[in-house]
C-alpha cells in the first residue's frame, strides 16, 4: 500500500472511529450536489457544488450519481493529496463518512466488507496533535453499570482512562458494553465501551479498543489487551488511550 493511500485509509478510519460531541457536528459537515463521481477500490471521490464553491471530498465507496445531494459528516481537510491510482493530485480534498440520505447505500471498504456502525452516533477526525474528544452518551443502547471484571489486571473504563499513565504498556481486563462498533477498518474492529463508571464531560466513561475478534452494538464484553497512550495514527492523529490488539470474550 503507498503512503497517499495508507493516510487516505487512516483518515476514513478515523472517521467512522472516533465520537464527536453534537455541538461539533455542524462544523464538520460538508453539503453540496454531486457535480462528478470517481469510483476506485475502497473509495469513492466526489466533486461537490457547495454554498463555498466547488470542493472535492471521499467517502468509503458507494453508489451515487451526479445531480445527488450529500452530506458529508466528520470532514477533515488534507492539503496536496495525490491518488496514484488516479494519477492526480488534489490541492484539497476532504475525507469522511457519508450521512444522511444515500448513507445505506452499501458503503464498502477495499476487501468487500461494510463497516458496521451504529446510526445517531457520527464519528469525528481529530485535530492534529490534540487527543480524543469526549465521547458523547448513547441513546440507543442500555446505560446499566456493568459489573467490573474479576481477576489480575481487572479495571474499570474510568479507571483505565483516568489512570492511563500508569497503565502504559501493561495488560488490563475490562468488561464493559459495547456502544459504538466500526469493523474492518484498517484491519481491525474499532470498539468504543463503557461500563457506567467516569464521566461523559472529560471522555473517562468511554474506552476504545483495537481487536480482530467482533461484537454486536450492545453487548457486553470482557476485553484483555495492553494499553498505549498518545498514540500517533498518520498525519498527527492522535489518541489519549486505547486498548490495542484487544482479545473478546462474552
Known sequence: ????????????????????????????????????????????????????????????????????????????????????????????????????????????????????????????????????PAAPAVAAVSTAPVPKAQGKDARTVAEVVAGKAGLKDKPVLVRARVVKVSNGIMGKNWLHLQDGSGKAQDGSNDLLVTSKDSAALGDVVTVRGVVRTDVTVGAGYAYAVLVEDATLSK
Open 1 to 132: 500500500m503507498n503512503t497517499s493511500r495508507l493516510f487516505a485509509g487512516l483518515a476514513l478510519a478515523l472517521a467512522i472511529a472516533l465520537p464527536l460531541p453534537a455541538t461539533a457536528q455542524a462544523a464538520n459537515t460538508l453539503q453540496g450536489e454531486v457535480l462528478e463521481v470517481l469510483n476506485v477500490e475502497g473509495y469513492t471521490y466526489l466533486r461537490l457544488k457547495t454554498r463555498g464553491g466547488e470542493a472535492w471530498a471521499a467517502v468509503v465507496s458507494t453508489a451515487l450519481s451526479k445531480g445527488a445531494q450529500v452530506s458529508i459528516a466528520n470532514a477533515s481537510l488534507m492539503e496536496n493529496f495525490e491518488s496514484k491510482t488516479l494519477k492526480r493530485r488534489f490541492e484539497k480534498i476532504y475525507f469522511g463518512q457519508l450521512a444522511g440520505p444515500g448513507a445505506n447505500a452499501g458503503p464498502k471498504v477495499a476487501g468487500g466488507a461494510a463497516p458496521a456502525t451504529n446510526a445517531g452516533l457520527p464519528g469525528a477526525m481529530h485535530t492534529p496533535g490534540k487527543a480524543a
